[in-house]
T-cell receptor
Framework: AQTVTQSQPEMSVQEAETVTLSCTYD???????LFWYKQPPSRQMILVIR??????QNATENRFSVNFQKAAKSFSLKISDSQLGDAAMYFC??????????FGKGTRLHILP | DAGVIQSPRHEVTEMGQEVTLRCKPI?????LFWYRQTMMRGLELLIY????????DSGMPEDRFSAKMPNASFSTLKIQPSEPRDSAVYFC?????????????FGPGTRLTVT
């Protein structure tokens, strides 16, 4: 069965600095998608970034980028120029061909002014 | 589009009462998912539907929980009878098969408190 592991329950970063959130997953499939979702205090789940497993190029969305290492089954999220509005719970997620999505336990990110 | 709509946003009920949570997916989406979120267990997938048909309900905790999707624009999650340990935030999400990434769009959630 697929699993998603986020080893950092909480992290803090100074405003304007860069932070990297870790995620590893386990799967025997070769075709899948990976996502990072953000959940601010409003509790709305917001998609931050997605990565197709067949693409070698790392996805980028403005200040958010990923480091996708398929062989290592690693999918980390880098947030550059951190802003106060980035404070939230971040979930790494894996979606397999059977369409079931599996979430990690989440990493709570604090932004220090 | 208004996004995924859930109602009610908050529900407080007494143990033993029936609770019904409602979800309207994004128009045109053919997958619908129900999740439960608690501090202890994180986000749990309860059940999901494809074209109104339940595909996997292995996450439904027990027989007190049931879900239906009578048509493409409406789904319900029912708990009968409710218990204090059912207190959680329940999310509904939808997705579209032919999108490139199968990303899921979440509703705002329903916070359920069972006293």
């Amino acid at each position: 069965a697929q699993t998603v592991t986020q080893s950092q329950p909480e992290m803090s970063v100074q405003e304007a600095e860069t932070v990297t959130l870790s995620c590893t997953y386990d799967t025997s499939e070769s075709d899948y998608y990976l996502f990072w979702y953000k959940q601010p205090p409003s509790r709305q789940m917001i998609l931050v970034i997605r990565q197709e497993a067949y693409k070698q190029q790392n996805a980028t969305e403005n200040r958010f980028s990923v480091n996708f290492q398929k062989a290592a089954k690693s999918f980390s999220l880098k947030i550059s120029d951190s802003q106060l509005g980035d404070a939230a719970m971040y979930f790494c997620a894996y979606r397999s061909r059977n369409d079931k999505i599996i979430f990690g336990k989440g990493t709570r990110l604090h932004i220090l002014p | 589009d208004a996004g995924v709509i859930q109602s009610p946003r908050h529900e407080v009920t007494e143990m033993g009462q029936e609770v019904t949570l409602r979800c309207k997916p994004i128009s045109g989406h053919d997958y619908l998912f129900w999740y439960r979120q608690t501090m202890m267990r994180g986000l749990e997938l309860l059940i999901y539907f494809n074209n109104n048909v339940p595909i996997d309900d292995s996450g439904m905790p027990e027989d007190r929980f049931s879900a239906k999707m009578p048509n493409a624009s409406f789904s319900t999650l029912k708990i009968q009878p409710s218990e204090p340990r059912d207190s959680a935030v329940y999310f509904c999400a939808s997705s579209f098969t032919n999108s490139r990434s199968y990303e899921q769009y979440f509703g705002p959630g329903t916070r359920l408190t069972v006293t």
